[in-house]
């Protein structure tokens, strides 16, 4: 295997993490918010909180991997430029909701959850537009 066929192999299998973690990060908020019994609820809540963490950190080695295969191309062309288009902003915005989340903990306002949801939801359509784009790489 060459350091290619390597980094290929690591960056398929490191990009799953963020994206199913995301998503599992929003089910787990949106069924806290629903059920709102107290204990479950929290429960719920905190599932959502470790979930986007983890995808948070998941995704600084589905970044380094990508980087380090495309040489440092940061953008690229064709069917490269259509991924990266999508993945930059998705990996901002899944940073930004980890640190807005590690700060606010559990006392965000009823419209800052609201609009930290709709901007998970964001985050997860990129991911997953970025992740088509991805596999159409190879």
Same mark, same amino acid.
């Given at each position: 295997?060459?350091?290619?066929?390597?980094?290929?192999?690591?960056?398929?299998?490191?990009?799953?993490? =963020?994206?199913?973690?995301?998503?599992?990060? !929003?089910? &787990?908020?949106?069924?806290?918010?629903?059920?709102?019994?107290?204990?479950?609820?929290?429960? !719920?809540?905190?599932?959502?909180?470790?979930? !986007?963490?983890? +995808?948070?950190?998941?995704?600084?080695?589905?970044?380094?991997?990508?980087?380090?295969?495309?040489?440092?191309?940061?953008?690229?062309?064709?069917?490269?430029?259509?991924?990266?288009? &999508?993945?930059? =902003?998705?990996? +901002?915005? !899944?940073?930004?909701?980890?640190?807005?989340?590690?700060?606010?903990?559990?006392?965000?306002?009823?419209?800052?959850?609201?609009?930290?949801?709709?901007?998970?939801?964001?985050?997860?359509?990129?991911?997953?537009?970025?992740?088509?784009?991805?596999?159409?790489?190879?």
């Amino acid at each position: 295997m060459n350091i290619h066929q390597f980094w290929y192999v690591v960056h398929g299998g490191s990009t799953h993490f =963020p994206i199913a973690l995301l998503i599992a990060s !929003l089910f &787990f908020d949106i069924a806290g918010y629903m059920l709102r019994s107290d204990k479950f609820s929290r429960d !719920l809540h905190a599932a959502s909180y470790y979930a !986007l963490i983890l +995808g948070a950190l998941g995704s600084l080695a589905a970044v380094a991997s990508g980087v380090l295969l495309t040489n440092w191309q940061t953008m690229g062309t064709g069917k490269l430029l259509l991924h990266h288009e &999508f993945v930059w =902003p998705a990996f +901002g915005m !899944l940073i930004a909701l980890a640190v807005w989340r590690i700060i606010v903990q559990d006392k965000a306002s009823r419209l800052g959850f609201g609009l930290y949801i709709v901007a998970a939801f964001v985050a997860a359509g990129l991911m997953g537009a970025a992740g088509y784009w991805g596999g159409e790489l190879r």
